[in-house]
C-alpha cells in the first residue's frame, strides 16, 4: 500500500531557455516515466514554439520543494494560486459633533 507520502508526488516538466533566468513549469505527470515521455516530445518541437536552445528537466514535487521553497507548490502557466485575500482597511471616518 502506497503511503501519504507517495501518493502526494508528482513530477513537473521544467522548461529553462537561453535567455531566462527562471525555470518555467509547463505540464504535471503522475509519474516521472510520463514526464520524461513529454520532454522528448517536445524536444521534437518545430516552429515558432520550440525548445531547440532550451534546458528541460522533470522535476519532481518533492524535488521542487527543496530547490524553491518548503510552500513550492505546481501553478499552471497564468493559474492564479489560492491565497487568503487581505483585508481591506476602511479609513477612519470623521464624525462631527
Not at 500500500?1 to 509547463?26: F, G, H, P, S
Not at 522528448?40 to 531547440?52: H, I, L, S, V, W
Request: a positive charge.
Amino acid at each position: 500500500m502506497a503511503t501519504k507520502k507517495q501518493q502526494a508526488d508528482y513530477y513537473c516538466v521544467a522548461v529553462k531557455r537561453n535567455y531566462e533566468d527562471v525555470w518555467r513549469l509547463v505540464s504535471k505527470h503522475s509519474t516521472r516515466e510520463d514526464a520524461e515521455a513529454e520532454i522528448e516530445k517536445m524536444r521534437g518541437y518545430t516552429g515558432a514554439f520550440n525548445y531547440d536552445n532550451a534546458e528541460l528537466r522533470a522535476i519532481s514535487r518533492a524535488e521542487g520543494k527543496k530547490e524553491f521553497g518548503k510552500s513550492w507548490e505546481y501553478t499552471p502557466i497564468g493559474g492564479v494560486r489560492k491565497t487568503k485575500p487581505a483585508r481591506a482597511q476602511q479609513p477612519e471616518q470623521e464624525i462631527e459633533s
